[in-house]
């Protein structure tokens, strides 16, 4: 576990506190909430960029079979076998 120390605003703190923020799991979700935005904010980022670059998308068949390849990859990474 890491203990994180944060400097609020009196009345931001109070508020915060009031409204059930400032505990562990609270504070644990908002953290999780706002990694999940940031991860789509960059998605659509790069998806922007790979269409400015005229790279087409991937077709759903495509991406089944990268799925399975990374899958298959990592079982038998996990298994003790490198495919590579």
């Keep these: 576990m890491t203990t994180i120390e944060i400097q609020l605003p009196d009345e931001l703190a109070q508020r915060a506190k009031s409204a059930g923020l400032l505990s562990d799991s609270a504070i644990q ?17 790069v998806a922007g960029q790979l269409q400015s670059a005229g790279i087409a998308p991937m077709s759903d068949e495509e991406i089944i079979a990268e799925v399975k390849a990374v899958r298959a990859e990592r079982r038998a990474r996990q298994a003790g076998t490198d495919t590579q």
């Design 29 to 45: 979700q908002l953290l999780e909430d706002a990694m999940r935005r940031e991860a789509g904010r960059r998605l659509l980022e």
